[in-house]
């Protein structure tokens, strides 16, 4: 299902990510298609509020948790500057649904990175 938010639909996923080569393009972009994924079951689940908002976005960082290790089987690792980029990528779109009081830390609260 293709994102219909206009602000979402040209969003570039981790792009500060993409922009460096220490971070593998091909796990980034994974991650990118899991922030499409959240963009996508926001639209189709209508999340009523911040409670419902934080369990899609949970589930969202723990795909992202899984993924720390193709990160890591390819020499690089979610570190400072991944996990700040990613933040704020989950932030970006809770922001573009409508959530601008959600707590960033709390949209990745189960992170492992």
């Known amino acids: 299902m293709p ?16 922009a460096d080569s220490y971070f593998p393009d091909h796990v980034v972009d994974r991650g990118g298609a899991i922030l ?17 908002l ?3 976005t949970h589930a969202a960082t723990e795909e992202f948790n899984l993924l720390q290790a193709e990160f890591e089987a390819a020499g690089s690792e ?6 700040e980029v990613i933040a704020e ?3 970006h779109v809770a922001s573009a649904y409508g959530f601008t009081d959600a707590d960033v830390e709390e949209l990745i609260a189960t992170r492992d990175w």
């Open 3 to 18: 994102i219909t938010n206009q602000r979402m639909s040209k969003h570039a996923f981790l792009r500060q990510m993409h």
């Open 36 to 52: 499409a994924r959240l963009c996508e079951r926001i639209e189709a689940e209508r999340p009523s509020d911040l409670a419902a």
């Open 54 to 56: 934080y369990a899609l």
């Open 78 to 83: 979610i570190e400072t500057v991944a996990r």
């Open 89 to 91: 990528d989950f932030w």
